[in-house]
């Protein structure tokens, strides 16, 4: 009778055993998959600060300024779910009113030639996040092509804003020929985006702008040659004035 008490009290420990370790490694299982995700909301968190702190205000489009700022508060919100003691609640909070004053800017930024650079690799960045949540499903295709025209476009001004920044200063610099490469350059680019997009306006003044330059160039050339033959001119009237005073005094000696 004892043995049977021994075998079933020790079938139940193995049980209780097998059930601990099953417990245990349910328990760890979901504790890697924690500390998976908010390894991905942190790395998330970190690339949507930097993506929403480098852009000047009022630069990015209202949809794709929503997108940013919502993508920054759900994140922190999961954030907060996950890890209630650190301050991800109040991080929400000033994003979200960040948001609505950036809302009320009403004139989009312009940008120089150092804030083009900048901006250039955060829409790249941006632009693969919302491409890899259309793959995923997570993102609607509707949406996320939308999102995605709003970043060609701005990657498209952002270097055509910085090489007509560079073209100026050649201009300052009286450097025409410089001037008329960075504007030619900005609009191939404007050209090659014709079959996307309406850029017939910009093209225009580009072009005018070239032409003017173009003359100008011509003009200061032309000025320049003529200050060359002027002074050709002038060296050989004093050589030969030089020499009419070889020959009077040859004439005198004689």
């Known amino acids: 009778m004892s043995s049977i008490y021994i075998m079933i009290a ?30 991905a909301l942190n790395q998330r968190l970190d690339l949507f600060k930097h ?11 209202p949809e794709l300024n929503a997108f940013t700022h919502q993508i920054l508060i759900n994140t922190l919100e999961q954030l907060a779910k996950l890890a209630p003691k650190k301050n991800h609640s109040a991080e929400a909070t000033e994003y979200q009113q960040r948001f609505e004053a950036s809302k009320e800017v ?8 150092t804030q083009a650079a900048q901006v250039q690799p955060l829409l790249q960045e941006l632009s693969r996040y919302i491409s890899t949540q259309a793959e995923s499903g997570r993102l609607a295709k509707p949406q996320a092509s939308r999102l995605l025209g709003l970043c060609r476009k701005l990657l498209l001004q952002s270097t ?19 001037a008329i490469h960075h504007y030619s350059t900005a609009r191939k680019l404007l050209l090659k985006e014709a079959g996307q997009q309406d850029v017939s306006k910009q093209v225009a003044q580009l072009s005018a702008v070239i032409t003017k330059l173009e003359h100008e160039h011509a003009a200061q050339n032309q000025s320049t040659a ?4 002027d002074a050709e001119a002038n060296k050989k009237w004093n050589e ?9 005094k040859k004439q005198i000696y004689d």
């Open 226 to 229: 003529d200050d060359t033959d």
């Open 106 to 113: 009403s004139e989009r930024a312009r940008l120089n030639a």
């Open 160 to 178: 055509i804003e910085g090489y007509v920044q560079q073209a100026k200063q050649a201009q300052t610099d009286n450097k025409l020929r410089l």
């Open 240 to 248: 030969f004035e030089d020499n009419g005073d070889d020959w009077k």
């Open 10 to 39: 020790f079938a139940a420990l193995l049980t209780a055993l097998v059930c601990y370790a099953f417990i245990n490694q349910q328990l760890a299982k979901k504790r890697k998959q924690r500390l998976r995700l908010m390894h």
């Open 51 to 61: 993506i929403a702190g480098g852009m000047p205000a009022g630069y990015l489009p």
